[in-house]
């Protein structure tokens, strides 16, 4: 026992960051009491990544802190990423965890046609190859993605931040939580449940990505404040239809919550000019609407927090239900 | 993109030229172009007398790439063709993508067709003006010193810049990353820099430097000291040598990574040009076919090139050394090598001490020492040397200095130069070569490169530079080139019949050695 608390004495959490999430980054650092690591990622003019590296991380547990996300970028980020994550390999890190908040490339698992390129399960193998030990994120897509590592990965979930949300910042009474797509119906169902409330579906025809032609309400949302629960907004489509769908069904409100708020495209267009009373999203990415029904929730905590817990090894599981505060 | 298939085209073959008639085996060859250089896909695919394979490529809006592969690949034989150039990550990650889907679409062997092989040369220095993250805006002049200047010829390097700008100090000494930072910024005179990638709606990027740091990636500033906003240049040196001074400060090399993940992404097989490390293939647990576009570039010399007999082969560096001296022996031509270097015993020692490097490399008959304005008394009545030319800079001397010297190594004057280099990147290398050349008395100077990237302003570099004719491979796109510099000044010779030949010889189980010698 003496000689492993004499381990854990010389081996701290060491806090790197990429360029995608700065203001997370800086969030966790600033939680956790533990100053980001001195790397610089740069571009090169020829558009290639380049790492400095500027401390030694040598046999400590290194977090890597970088987000999906970036209409131009995601790309950039992720080559950043997994640079980062073999220049601490080489290094001698002793543990490499990455701590991607928005998985990216995440809708891209599975086969959904044929010759489709199941590039979820790339990145993770591409992850794993760069030297990533340990993963954390936060709301897969599928959770299923958890399968295509070899590694551990926590998936987190915002829940419990919807959760503390739902009641201190919505009217809970006369409200009803409304899944927009069949997929999503279980997040909702389970939310229904700590919350006892009645949940509706919202039923979906698609014919293209991205492209959503006939939405069917199942449930009843006559005067209700309607909850609108999904996992990520991305072009806004589904919310937005949604939401027209909800309203002409006589639905008092609608606020959408969502964990990641990517908001591409012309999403900020389709919101400005949607019924949306709402929209609340958490901050896995940075979000830029200037919008303002866009209000943000706070999850640097919980990441911090499974920070620590992973490094003094204690159980994650307490954060699947409880939003540090 | 997607290709669309041309009828006609087999048969403008079949009637222009006698081909092999398609055999069953050939059938089993798919190529897919990835949206980097669909020209040379184009091209590649005509040597190998197929058409390219549908592929759909694009993003979708939350800016991951797509791809959906149109033709069946079961149990087929899958090259890939992606240089490694425009925006290099998403044209990487489209690549690793493709190589995915058809390995998981059940393709028998998967190769990597990487005219352009990125990442295989980064700087390994943090902050060198060359390469470096700074960018700087296209300027309408350039003076191809080398930094520090070369005093040669009545001392044509005007004594303008500030002592500083010739001295820099080791990177990872004490305190040193500071004023090396500062020492570069001053030196390389940064304007306005130009984002590398300007859109709207950027993040606001965390924290904000001074202009000159503004631009591409910022980094992470460490110790919670975002918030504080930065204004001078020495700040952003603060960053990384304010607490731990003893740490050398390190440039992550990721050519095992990259050469991993084509690995990890199921690529069998990968085939290149041109690399810039021979070690590189090493990197891989896999084959890697590393062609030469030398066969090529000597035949462009031999027929091209008016009196080519008398030409000197130039290499830019000592690093390429290797590369130019191949072809000087195969064409039995002179050789001379620029050679740059640091020293930091300059000033100890008999200024002749620093004037031996020639060894057994040919030299000028005519001493032309005499001419150079060296700094320090040199006897101008010494024996022939290898023309080199130093300035330093530093009036402190007590502090540890390096001082850089160019020379010419070898003899150039009244000579055709041929400067060769595998790749050209922001230019500084071969403008600087350039005009030294002319100033050691070169009549002509030729720029013989495989790969060019020209990123930054380096295309306008090369336009006010003294070279007179730049010879590029067409691994990389070349239109914008041709077009900048103009026909006259830039010839792109063809290398898609080496890739289709290899192609076409891998495939059929050939061996592809003597595409090594002959070119194709």
């Not at chain 1, 899944?179 to 119906?185: C, K, L, N």
């Not at chain 2, 940064?190 to 503004?214: D, E, F, I, Y």
Request: charged fraction near 20%; hydrophobic fraction near 35%; include cysteine.
């Amino acid at each position: 026992m003496d000689r492993s608390s004499e381990d854990m004495s010389t081996n701290s959490i060491k806090l790197l960051a990429g360029n995608s999430h700065p203001e997370l980054a800086e969030k966790i650092s600033t939680r956790l009491g533990i100053s980001l690591s001195k790397v610089g990622v740069y571009q090169y003019s020829n558009k290639e990544t380049s790492v400095t590296i500027g401390e030694s991380i040598r046999d400590e547990d290194v977090y890597i802190i970088q987000t999906g996300i970036g209409a131009q970028e995601i790309n950039d980020f992720l080559m950043e990423l997994l640079i980062l994550i073999h220049a601490c390999k080489t290094a001698s890190a002793r543990r490499i965890t990455a701590v991607i908040p928005n998985f990216p490339y995440a809708r891209q698992d599975k086969k959904d046609k044929s010759r489709a390129p199941i590039t979820a399960k790339l990145i993770a193998n591409l992850l794993q190859t760069a030297g990533c030990d340990h993963v954390i994120t936060m709301d897969l897509h599928a959770s299923q993605i958890q399968g295509f590592f070899h590694i551990p990965v926590d998936n987190l979930y915002a829940e419990p931040s919807v959760l503390n949300y739902i009641k201190t910042r919505t009217d809970l009474h006369n409200a009803i939580l409304v899944s927009p797509d069949a997929g999503g119906a279980k997040r909702v169902a389970s939310l229904a449940d700590k919350l006892d409330l009645n949940f509706a579906l919202i039923h979906k025809e698609r014919q293209k990505a991205n492209e959503v032609s006939r939405m069917l309400l199942v449930g009843d949302v006559t005067g209700k404040s309607c909850l609108l629960v999904d996992d990520m907004a991305d072009t806004c489509g589904t919310l937005v239809k949604a939401c027209d769908t909800l309203m002409s069904h006589g639905a008092k409100e609608v606020i959408a919550i969502v964990t990641h708020g990517i908001f591409s495209g012309d999403a900020r267009e389709k919101l400005k000019n949607s019924r949306l009373s709402r929209i609340v999203c958490t901050n896995t990415v940075p979000v830029e609407l200037d919008l303002a029904i866009v209000d943000q929730m706070d999850i640097s905590p919980t990441l911090a927090e499974a920070i620590r817990r992973l490094h003094n090894g204690e159980s994650v599981s307490y954060l699947f239900t409880h939003a540090p505060v | 993109m997607s290709f669309k298939v041309d009828l006609e085209y087999p048969f403008k073959r079949y009637h222009c030229k006698t081909q092999p008639t398609k055999s069953i085996v050939m059938s089993s060859i798919v190529i897919f172009g990835g949206e980097s250089h669909p020209e040379l896909v184009k091209k590649i695919c005509e040597n190998v007398n197929i058409h390219p394979s549908q592929v759909t490529l694009g993003k979708f809006s939350n800016g991951e790439t797509s791809i959906s592969v149109g033709d069946s690949v079961r149990e087929k034989d899958v090259y890939v063709i992606q240089s490694g150039c425009g925006q290099v990550n998403d044209t990487f990650m489209q690549l690793l993508i493709l190589i995915s889907a058809c390995k998981s679409a059940s393709a028998s062997r998967v190769t990597a067709v990487m005219p352009y092989f990125c990442y295989s040369r980064q700087p390994d220095t943090p902050y060198t003006v060359k390469g470096a993250p700074l960018i700087s805006k296209p300027r309408e002049t350039y003076t191809f010193e080398s930094n520090p200047g070369t005093p040669i010829n009545g001392g044509s390097s005007t004594k303008s810049n500030s002592s500083s700008s010739m001295t820099t100090q080791r990177p990872g000494a004490d305190s040193s990353f500071k004023s090396l930072n500062t020492t570069i910024r001053n030196t390389i005179d940064l304007q306005q820099p130009q984002p590398s990638r300007v859109q709207p709606g950027v993040r606001p990027v965390l924290p904000t430097l001074n202009n000159t740091m503004s631009l591409s990636r910022i980094p992470i500033i460490p110790g919670g000291k975002v918030q504080t906003p930065r204004t001078s240049n020495a700040d952003a040196g603060e960053l990384f040598n304010s607490q731990n001074a003893g740490y050398k400060l390190w440039v992550v090399q990721a050519g095992t990574l990259i050469a991993n993940l084509l690995t990890a992404s199921g690529a069998d097989h990968v085939i290149t040009m041109d690399l810039h490390d021979p070690q590189f293939p090493g990197f891989f647990n896999i084959p890697v076919d590393n062609l030469y576009c030398q066969p090529i570039q000597m035949n462009y010399i031999q027929h091209h090139i008016p009196d080519y007999q008398d030409a000197v082969i130039i290499s830019p560096d000592a690093g390429g050394a290797k590369r130019a001296t191949a072809i000087a022996d195969a064409l039995e031509l002179s050789f001379a090598l620029i050679h740059k270097e640091r020293r930091s015993q300059l000033l100890k020692g008999p200024p002749d001490a620093t004037l031996t490097s020639g060894g057994a490399l040919p030299v000028s008959p005519k001493p032309l020492v005499a001419t150079l304005n060296f700094p320090r008394n040199i006897n101008a009545s010494s024996p022939p040397k290898p023309q080199i030319s130093h300035r330093h800079g530093g009036d402190d001397v007590n502090q540890s200095k390096y001082i850089q010297t160019t020379m010419v190594v070898g003899d150039v004057r009244n000579k055709v130069c041929i400067i060769v280099d595998d790749l050209v990147d922001t230019s500084y290398t071969i403008t600087r070569a350039a005009k030294l050349l002319k100033d050691q008395g070169a009549t002509k100077v030729y720029a013989l490169i495989t790969h060019g990237i020209f990123s930054g302003d380096a295309l306008n570099r090369i336009n006010q530079s003294s070279i007179d004719k730049l010879i590029i491979s067409n691994t990389i796109p070349q239109d914008k080139t041709v077009q900048f510099l103009g026909k006259d000044r830039v010839d792109v010779i063809d290398v898609s019949r080496v890739f289709g030949e290899a192609i076409r010889r891998i495939h059929n189980g050939e061996s592809i050695s003597m595409l090594f010698e002959h070119g194709w």
